[in-house]
T-cell receptor
Framework: NAGVTQTPKFQVLKTGQSMTLQCAQDMNHNSMYWYRQDPGMGLRLIYYSASEGTTDKGEVPNGYNVSRLNKREFSLRLESAAPSQTSVYFC????????????FGQGTRLTVV | AQSVTQPDIHITVSEGASLELRCNYS??????LFWYVQSPGQGLQLLLKYFSGDTLVQGIKGFEAEFKRSQSSFNLRKPSVHWSDAAEYFCAVGATGGSYIPTFGRGTSLIVHP
């Protein structure tokens, strides 16, 4: 069982460059999420998708866009990377009925120089 | 909107000692509650969860947590800590109505001394 798969695992970008973080889940979950993790800040929600075809902003959406390509895949795009976006990014998925725990990918460590 | 507070940024214990990590939540009804563990360089792994019923829940790796409605708390405990328990621990809450989005606390870093 692959669970939630994120690519890439590591990335270094120059300020102003763009990139897309990919995420796929094989658990047939309706909901998918993108979080960023920064020291002392815990996990903060960037965007989420409650079902295929819908996306909504979370706590820290500025500078990011997302696409729910199909039920399995949920990508996160940085159009013009900034040093403030240096972080570890986690994709997660869950059932969107209450009580379904979130399953996490291994994370993408992104550095913007 | 729901929120989670983990008041301790770091906790240091000796191997073999007992452990309690604190978690307080804010939500208008009984929430779904979770504890996750994150080892260095890894994603988050679910330790245990509370949905309803018995307020003392058992999880993996010998952990347990107790839901106390009157205190809005869901503290994580372990009677005897092992060096391999050193990690980051996150408490999370999920709404029981409306849009279900897990909200996480800032985490508690557990340091285990030999």
């Amino acid at each position: 069982n692959a669970g939630v798969t994120q690519t890439p695992k590591f990335q270094v970008l120059k300020t102003g460059q763009s990139m897309t973080l990919q995420c796929a889940q094989d658990m047939n979950h309706n909901s998918m999420y993108w979080y960023r993790q920064d020291p002392g800040m815990g996990l903060r929600l960037i965007y989420y998708s409650a079902s295929e075809g819908t996306t909504d902003k979370g706590e820290v959406p500025n500078g990011y866009n997302v696409s729910r390509l199909n039920k399995r895949e949920f990508s996160l795009r940085l159009e013009s990377a900034a040093p403030s976006q240096t972080s570890v990014y986690f994709c997660a998925s869950s059932e969107n009925r209450g009580g379904g725990e979130a399953f996490f990918g291994q994370g993408t460590r992104l550095t913007v120089v | 909107a729901q929120s989670v507070t983990q008041p301790d940024i770091h906790i240091t214990v000796s191997e073999g000692a007992s452990l309690e990590l604190r978690c307080n939540y804010s939500y208008g009804a009984t929430p779904y509650l979770f504890w996750y563990v994150q080892s260095p360089g890894q994603g988050l792994q679910l330790l245990l969860k509370y949905f309803s019923g018995d307020t003392l829940v058992q999880g993996i790796k010998g952990f347990e947590a107790e839901f106390k409605r009157s205190q809005s708390s869901f503290n994580l405990r372990k009677p005897s800590v092992h060096w391999s328990d050193a990690a980051e621990y996150f408490c999370a809450v999920g709404a029981t109505g409306g849009s279900y989005i897990p909200t996480f606390g800032r985490g508690t870093s557990l340091i285990v001394h030999p």
